[in-house]
């Protein structure tokens, strides 16, 4: 099986920062890597497909990029309405994995 | 519009069985595989099934292997998840996920339905 891993587990940052959010897999999986945006209480939200495909609608603060078995989800300028928690996630046929996740709070 | 509505959750003793049940709308339903994910609470996702458009395929997590079957009804646009001999770990919020024709994204989510396994 595997397995996904993120770090950091969580971070602080001040609006307008650029963040950082890796992720990495224990064998090589392409590009078979999507991102996705929690928020407290909703369903979670694509952002990233495929390594660096942004879901329609996202805003291009949001980028990815990575292949193999290391990939980085970067936002340019954190804005108060990115607050939230950030999952990786990567699949093989219909098998998928979620990454931990990693909280992201404005200092 | 793309909907999800799961149901069926609630309350369970260790050892019981639960079915959930997720209505589809919006979409031509049997184009698509779908899945089942869940969230324990204060918890992160974890997959738990997955289902083929035509239901020849059927994949599931270590976890719930051999206790939770997966199932659809495209004449009803409909998806099920059988969940047999539960335990406290299978307490969580199971979503319904739809993904792209392309791969395993989770484009769609619904809102969830919540399962407690407690005595």
């Known amino acids: 099986d595997i397995q996904m891993t993120q770090s950091p587990s969580s971070l602080s940052a001040s609006v307008g920062d650029r963040v950082t959010i890796t992720c990495q897999a224990s064998q090589d999986i392409s590009n078979y890597l999507n991102w996705y945006q929690q928020k407290p209480g909703l369903a979670p939200k694509l952002l990233i497909y495929d390594g660096s495909r942004l879901e329609t609608g996202v805003p291009s603060r949001f980028s990815g990029s990575g292949s193999g078995t290391d990939f980085t989800l970067t936002i340019s300028s954190l804005q108060p309405e990115d607050i939230a928690t950030y999952f990786c996630?990567?699949?093989?046929?219909?098998?998928?994995?979620f990454g931990p996740g990693t909280k992201v709070d404005i200092k | 519009e793309v909907q999800l509505v799961e149901s069926g959750g609630g309350l369970v003793q260790p050892g019981r069985s639960l079915r959930l049940s997720c209505a589809a709308s919006?979409?031509?339903?049997?184009?698509?595989?779908m899945h089942w994910v869940r969230q324990a609470p204060g918890k992160g996702l974890e997959w738990v099934s997955g289902?083929?458009?035509?239901?020849?395929?059927?994949v599931y997590a270590d976890s719930v292997k051999g206790r939770f079957t997966i199932s659809r009804d495209n004449g009803m646009n409909s998806l099920y998840l059988q969940m047999n001999r539960l335990t406290a770990e299978d307490t969580a919020l199971y979503f319904c996920?739809?993904?792209?024709?392309?791969?395993?994204?989770?484009?769609?989510w619904g809102q969830g339905t919540l399962v407690t396994v407690s005595s």
């Open positions: 996920a739809r993904v792209t024709i392309f791969g395993t994204i989770f484009e769609k």
């Open positions: 996630q990567q699949y093989d046929h219909l098998l998928a994995t």
């Open positions: 289902i083929s458009w035509d239901s020849s395929t059927r």
């Open positions: 919006g979409f031509t339903f049997d184009d698509y595989a």
